[in-house]
C-alpha cells in the first residue's frame, strides 16, 4: 500500500508560477511511475505529466514547455513545477503513483486557481 499527501496549490496569477510536491509513504520502493492528473470543473480527469522509473517522462499537449515534473524514487516524492500559468490550468490537480503490480493510488487533489 502507498498513500500520498500533495501540497502546494493556490491562487496564482496568469503568467505566474505554482510548485507542487507530493509525498508517497508506505511501500513506496514498489512505485514505478508517479505523475500528475487534474481535473477541472466539469470536465474529466486528464493526465498532466508522468516520469516512469527510467526517468522517461510525458506531458500532455496543453503544458509542454510550461510545466516540468521531476522525482526522487528513493524518498517517494514527485513534484510539479508550473510556469507561464493560464486560465485555463485552473483545476483539482491530483498525484498518482502506480506500483509493480500495477496498482494506482490517488493523493486527496490540491486546488490550483489561476485568476487575474
Known amino acids: 500500500q502507498v498513500q500520498l499527501v500533495e501540497s502546494g496549490g493556490g491562487l496564482a496569477q496568469p503568467g505566474g508560477s505554482l510548485r507542487l510536491s507530493c509525498a508517497a509513504s508506505?511501500?513506496?520502493?514498489?512505485?514505478?511511475?508517479m505523475g500528475w492528473y487534474r481535473q477541472a470543473q466539469g470536465k474529466e480527469r486528464e493526465l498532466v505529466a508522468r516520469?516512469?522509473?527510467?526517468?522517461?517522462?510525458n506531458y500532455a499537449d496543453s503544458v509542454k514547455g510550461r510545466f516540468t515534473i521531476s522525482n526522487d524514487y528513493r524518498k517517494g516524492w514527485v513534484y510539479l513545477q508550473m510556469s507561464s500559468l493560464k486560465l485555463e490550468d485552473t483545476a483539482v490537480y491530483y498525484c498518482n503513483v502506480q506500483d509493480n503490480w500495477s496498482r494506482q493510488y490517488w493523493g486527496q487533489g490540491t486546488q490550483v486557481t489561476v485568476s487575474s
Open positions: 516520469i516512469a522509473i527510467d526517468r522517461v517522462t
Open positions: 508506505g511501500n513506496i520502493f514498489s512505485i514505478n511511475n
